[in-house]
């Protein structure tokens, strides 16, 4: 990833996203105390509790990355376009996201206790890793466990990073001398691990009598598509501007 970012919509645009997210409101129009209740009441207190809390830290993750994608994943013509605006605030941007997403990963996927040093014991995390423990069923057990390990197989490169780059900084990393090189931070493997994940999701849910979570696919139209919507309008408002100049100084048009 280079200092410089790595690829608007129109209003028409914007106005579909936001009829299509008020139509899915619509079709689920729950509370969350009302979901809560659902699932407490097909899996017990301590199951429904943590799966809803799963399920929102990995809607939370689907957001980030949908929001990742719409600045950087669109084509160099979107990249282009966040370079000539501001590249170094962009880049930073960038940045931010890729840490801020691979760190989630790896805080859903950590050991399901760890050790506090103001409490002077081990406490619970919000972790998948704790689901297979509230199963009682031992082939649905098994399957969890299964799909757990899966998970964290596709969330390995992630935790290298992790350890080496953000929770800490690795000196021989960081001095590029490590004779293990850091694993590429690649599209592909984001989705492996959220696919992975939604499996899981999926496969306690069905169990339990419930239909899948389709977590959000798109991004709202006030995040990244909101921004480039004015960063667009904001760029063609100069170019007009400077063209307008541009004329006056050859003698073809009057001032703007």
Not at 160 to 165: D, E, I, K, L, Q
Not at 240 to 253: H, I, S, T, V, Y
């Amino acid at each position: 990833m280079s200092r410089r970012a790595k690829e608007g919509p129109t209003a028409r645009e914007m106005l579909a996203v936001t009829t299509k997210l008020r139509e899915e409101k619509v079709q689920d129009s729950r509370t969350h105390d009302e979901t809560l209740a659902d699932y407490v009441r097909s899996m017990g207190a301590d199951m429904g509790q943590l799966y809803l809390e799963v399920e929102d830290e990995v809607s939370c993750l689907h957001e980030k990355w949908g929001e990742l994608q719409e600045l950087y994943g669109k084509g160099s013509e979107r990249i282009d376009l966040l370079n000539k605006v501001a590249s170094s605030f962009f880049y930073l941007v960038q940045q931010s996201f890729w840490e801020s997403l691979l760190l989630h990963l790896c805080r859903l996927t950590d050991p399901p206790e760890a050790w506090s040093s103001d409490l002077k014991k081990k406490v619970p995390n919000l972790s998948l890793q704790r689901l297979a423990d509230l199963i009682p069923d031992p082939s649905l057990k098994a399957r969890v466990e299964a799909a757990t390990q899966e998970i964290l197989r596709n969330c390995e490169f992630a935790r290298a990073w992790r350890n080496r780059r953000w929770a800490h900084i690795d000196l021989m990393t960081r001095r590029g001398m490590h004779p293990v090189p850091l694993p590429a931070v690649e599209a592909k493997k984001v989705e492996d691990a959220l696919a992975s994940i939604r499996d899981l999701h999926a496969l306690l849910g069905t169990h339990y009598g419930h239909s899948p979570v389709l977590f959000p696919p798109n991004i709202g139209p006030w995040g990244a598509r909101s921004l480039l919507y004015y960063v667009e309008k904001g760029v063609r408002a100069m170019e007009e501007e400077e063209q307008g100049w541009r004329k006056l100084a050859e003698g073809e048009a009057d001032a703007p």
